[in-house]
């Protein structure tokens, strides 16, 4: 099958690309990997007639499209694959309540969205592919979703699978990997995913070098309340997390933005997230909100840090 990115070999770093792949491929079959491709591998592969992706819930194909053996091995593989952090999905029937009602989000940032019917759009730290299929009800060109994880892999190519998209692509990439995809980009996602890395501003950086002019970019984070431009850099943990670095206020993720070359830069929403957006499911079984912040006080982590707000900021990249 040809590779998707042939096409656009002269103006991407395809051959980096290339290496990146082969590098991660072999972490699809690792040890801790090997459940998830059983769970896949169970299940026969159809093209399923009934997919709407348009909804809260990205629901792909109908009940009675499997045979009883069908649905207590699809039963089995959703339980394999958990948690699963985004959602909610309904795949033939099976109501997929994940830990995170990430339709809350999407109706967040999707009146501030530019049109990505025809677009070439990225989704960095796209998790299992929830927002990709909610972007593709605008039939973009192509989205090209990143994330390191195999098990978020996996949980898209089990959706994917029977909704047989086929301008929606996970690659086992990082936002570091990005500064690859030289000024090809019309629209960037970045979600969830500045905070997980050491040097924000140049994350920032590589993305306005993936993207065209006049491209947008829509960026949310986790943040701290308060006026003025500062940063926290926790100790050690924050709200349990171990693999973050710096949580900024509003205005601070502002300036970095703009200090990244950003113009139109525009924060237009401060959330605080609860409980009913981000909880324990079934699916989901473990620590959540409730568990990271101080029973006493929730306006304060359990380490006693500000709690967390959900920033959203909209940019565009300069025409000269």
């Known amino acids: ?30 040890k801790g990997a090997l459940p ?33 053996e069908g649905h207590e091995l699809l039963d089995r593989s959703l339980k394999t694959l958990l948690p699963w952090r985004k959602g909610p999905f309904n795949l033939f029937g099976h109501y997929i309540d ?24 990225a989704d960095i730290g796209c998790g299992n592919g929830y927002y990709m299929f909610r972007m593709a009800s605008q039939n973009p060109k192509m989205v090209i979703g990143m994330d390191p994880m195999p ?52 994350i920032l950086t590589d993305i306005w070098e993936c993207m065209k002019k006049d491209g947008q970019l829509i960026l949310e984070s986790q943040g701290i309340p308060g006026d003025g431009s500062y940063a926290i850099f926790p100790e050690d943990r924050y709200a349990k997390m171990r693999n973050v670095w710096f949580f900024p206020t509003a205005e601070c993720l502002v300036n970095w933005v703009k200090k990244a070359g950003f113009y139109e830069v525009e924060c237009f929403s401060i959330d605080t997230t609860g409980t009913d957006e981000q909880r324990a499911t079934e699916l989901a079984p473990w620590e959540s909100l409730s568990d990271f912040l101080d029973p006493h006080d929730p306006s304060k982590t359990v380490e006693g840090y500000p709690a967390p707000v959900r920033i959203c900021i909209k940019a565009r990249k300069k025409t000269n």
């Not at 991660?24 to 079959?29: C, F, K, L, Q, V």
């Not at 990439?173 to 995913?193: I, P, Q």
């Open 98 to 121: 994940s830990e995170w009602r990430s339709n809350m989000k999407w109706d967040r940032i999707s009146p501030h969205i530019l049109p990505l019917k025809g677009k070439k759009v």
């Open 36 to 68: 998830f491709l059983g769970a896949l591998e169970s299940i026969p592969a159809f093209k399923t007639g009934s997919v709407d992706i348009a909804g809260d819930v990205v629901t792909i194909g109908r009940k009675d499209e499997l045979s009883d």
């Open 151 to 202: 098990r978020f892999r996996y949980q898209f190519m089990l959706m994917n699978r029977f909704a047989g998209f086929d301008n929606i692509h996970f690659e086992l990439l990082g936002a570091e990997h990005v500064r690859h995809f030289n000024s090809f980009f019309d629209t960037v996602f970045c979600m969830g995913v500045l905070y997980h890395n050491r040097n924000p501003i140049q």
């Open 1 to 30: 099958m040809k590779d998707y990115l042939e096409d656009y070999k002269d103006k991407i770093a395809l051959d980096e690309i290339k290496r990146v792949r082969e590098e991660r491929a072999p972490w699809m079959t690792r």
